[in-house]
């Protein structure tokens, strides 16, 4: 949703800020621009409709320089991808910001400042923050950090801005509520950025925000107030993680590499789980709150959303906990009825996604036991105001489709499950059964890995599809819709994902031989049922691709095509066949030559509502 850098220091920063744009392009890539001040004072301003590549070629025909500018890829909320909707939006030729989130009074804001004689020249939210920073700067007569304070405490609505004025060419200003925010610190230089990975080319020490803080940095100067604009020391943490993390290496796709990644990032986030000494995991707290609580309510969206519905088949039939799932955006606007005892627990690759951020906030103060966070990224918003917290080891993912930070997301939820189950009467020989197919997943998941060339070739079925549709029964069916997800995010092929029992209730009616059907077909206890299904769609000309367990009785055939699972407990099963389908949407992305990491319209980290 938009990702923000900023640099201020003693040398060209430029190419610091390109850098840092092309980290942050997963957060939105409508348009981008930068902004820097020149060594003569001036503003100076480059911004271009599309990828970041777009400024980048601008930039190569026509460079900027300068020790201190602002920089801004953008997800469209206010206004149409365009170059006047590009930021940086300036004032008066001095002032020049960048902003990610919605200023929702910002129409009752440009009335106040058209009376001011300001004249717009976009249709975004942002420009009236640098109209009003202008205002309070030439009208009041204020410093940059005073005229900041004073814009900001006009804001309604989710934000994090940058700023910076010619009058104050060593200066950068920023705020943050409700949207991420982090300054890089660097020797004799600071950073400010959406997201640390931005900056983990310049720097490893990072200050996290908090809500309404406001920021003035210069390249030796930083000084942070807080929503009571009170000066005060905030921690600086050093990350540990390779800057590296997130560079391709030889894979073609960020998606490819975490896909292939996901044997890794399941094995650390395991290990983690048994690791009594490690940050947060079963901590002391968590033990505590999973030995009073009698339910659970999981919030979360996306991807996110889908493990939540996988985990509930888990808490409820393996742990014996009654497990609510609900789409967080639903949740947070909803009168609710809460059972006693019951322990919220929210899903977030990012922990930042605003929907699941306010619904954390909007829970009643004894509604909950605790408030549990799943989360990939320490330091996030959600983990920092979450009462526990339980974090996923699937590292940096960069690729929009989520997919290691799923896998390492249900990883966890079934360690989750096997600990309240413990608690809860499970049996001696289920629990070990749970803990060794545990053990087993990254070796399982590196054996549907080896599965790539049947995948892609199973691919080419998709390519010219308008259409498909992703059947499973069980914990199966919140695999199938997250298989459809997949589809659809990278693909953009409509795809549809129906509990296959529900088939014959509407969707038959869309098989005709147009139309391939995905199942997702272990040998379980509905496999019959689930054959049923598959005769009725055979019935009518529907043309199905089964993904089965070797035991299965599955043979392929005209019309029936069937990709033999490794062998596997039923347990992980659920993570294993999300693996093969995620290579298969890949691969039909890959055929149809979208744009695989940046698919259209998405953005990686939803930071507005
Ligand atoms: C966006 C991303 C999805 C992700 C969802 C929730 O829609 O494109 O991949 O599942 O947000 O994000 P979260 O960070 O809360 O898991």
Wanted: with cysteine; proline share 3%; glycine share 6%.
């Amino acid at each position: 949703m938009c990702g923000i850098v900023a640099a201020t220091a003693s040398r060209e920063v430029a190419e610091i800020l390109m850098e840092g744009l092309r980290r942050l392009e997963y957060r939105g890539y409508d348009s981008a621009g930068l902004a820097l001040i020149s060594n003569k004072a001036a503003l100076q301003m480059r911004r271009r409709k599309g990828k970041v590549k777009e400024l980048e070629m601008a930039l190569s025909h026509q460079p900027l320089t300068g020790f201190n500018g602002i920089a801004h890829t953008r997800w469209a909320t206010h206004g149409e991808p365009s170059e006047l909707n590009a930021h940086p939006h300036t004032s008066g030729g001095r002032v020049a910001v960048v902003h990610n989130g919605i200023i929702e009074n910002h129409e009752s804001l440009r009335n106040e400042l058209k009376e001011k004689n300001y004249k717009f020249s976009s249709d975004t939210d942002t420009e009236v923050i640098a109209h009003l920073l202008h205002y309070y700067l030439e009208k009041h007569g204020k410093s940059l950090s005073e005229a900041l304070r004073a814009s900001v405490l006009q804001l309604e609505g989710a934000f994090a801005l940058s700023a910076i004025d010619i009058a104050h060419p060593n200066q950068i200003v920023a705020s943050r509520r409700d949207s991420p925010l982090v300054i890089g610190v660097g020797i004799g230089e600071y950073f400010i950025a959406s997201d640390q990975l931005a900056l983990r080319q310049v720097t490893d020490r990072f200050i996290y925000l908090e809500e309404n803080d406001t920021v003035l940095v210069a390249p030796d100067f930083l000084e942070v107030r807080n929503a009571q604009e009170v000066v005060v020391e905030r921690k600086i943490t050093q990350i540990t993680s390779s800057p590296e993390e997130n560079m391709l290496g030889s894979y073609s796709h960020f998606m490819q590499k975490e896909i292939f990644e996901q044997p890794k990032a399941l094995h650390a986030t395991l290990a983690a789980t048994n690791d009594s000494e490690s940050a947060g995991l079963f901590s002391p707290e968590i033990e505590k709150t999973f030995d009073i609580i009698k339910a659970v309510q999981i919030v979360a969206c996306g991807t996110s959303y889908h493990a939540g519905l996988v985990a509930r088949y888990w808490f409820e039939e393996l742990a014996g906990i009654p497990c609510q799932v609900e789409i967080a955006s639903e949740f947070r606007y909803r009168q609710r009825v809460t059972q006693p005892a019951t322990l919220l627990i929210t899903v977030s690759q990012s922990g930042e996604t605003a929907d699941t951020l306010a619904a954390l906030r909007g829970i009643g103060s004894a509604e909950f036991v605790a408030s549990l966070a799943i989360s990939n990224v320490d330091n996030s918003t959600l983990v920092r105001e979450s009462d526990l917290v339980f974090l996923t080891k699937a590292g940096a993912e960069v690729g929009v489709a989520s997919t290691k930070a799923f896998t390492t997301q249900l990883a966890s939820l079934l360690a989750i499950t096997l600990a309240l189950g413990r608690r809860n009467g499970m049996h001696e020989d289920q629990e070990q059964e749970i803990s060794s197919a545990l053990d087993s997943l990254p070796d399982t998941i590196s054996g549907v890995l080896k599965m790539d060339s049947q995948i892609r070739d199973l691919s080419a079925k998709f390519t010219r599809r308008k259409n498909a549709l992703f059947l499973g029964r069980g914990v199966y069916y919140p695999v199938a819709m997250e298989g459809a997800l997949k589809l659809k995010e990278i693909s953009y092929i409509h795809a549809e994902a129906y509990a296959a029992g529900e088939l014959k209730h509407g969707p038959l009616a869309l098989v005709d031989e147009d139309m391939p059907i995905v199942a997702i077909a272990p040998a379980d206890q509905l496999l019959e049922k689930l054959r049923s299904n598959l005769e009725e769609v055979r019935a009518r000309g529907g043309q199905l691709c089964v993904f089965a367990d070797p035991d299965s009785g599955l043979e392929s055939s005209a019309d029936l095509l069937v990709l033999m699972m490794p062998d596997c407990a039923d347990y992980i099963k659920p993570i294993v066949y999300t693996v093969a389908l995620q290579l298969l949407a890949y691969y039909v992305a890959l055929n149809k030559g979208t744009d695989v990491d940046k698919p259209r319209n998405l953005a990686k980290s939803v930071t507005v509502e």
